[in-house]
């Protein structure tokens, strides 16, 4: 299993009940395809670098987990019919790095 951390920016006019509803939606997926979900990260509402559909702010959320080569592919297709959506952008994380991080660099 091959370890990979997603970002997705989220319409932040959503309300917050449904903006978890999402999050776990997410959660549910993984689950479904065998994939273990490291953590969750709900960074909360902040500046885009660039104006998506009228807006200058996004929910960002980092997802870090484990799964197999074509999860990637299926969960971003799954997520592209999603217009509460903005984004994602998924990087594959080292086999050697650290599970979590404990402390942060400054």
Known sequence: ??????????DPDL???EIEGII?????FFA???AEI???DQWGKRKLVYEIKKKHKGVYV??????ESDIVHKFETK???DERIYRCQT???DKNAPREITEEVA
């Open 62 to 67: 980092l997802l870090d987990y484990q799964g």
């Open 32 to 34: 479904q395809e065998g």
């Open 79 to 81: 997520i592209q019919i």
């Open 1 to 10: 299993m091959q370890r990979y951390e997603t970002i997705l920016i989220i």
């Open 24 to 28: 776990e939606g997410v959660k549910e």
């Open 15 to 17: 309300p917050e009940d």
């Open 91 to 93: 990087i594959k994380i």
């Open 38 to 40: 490291i953590k969750v």
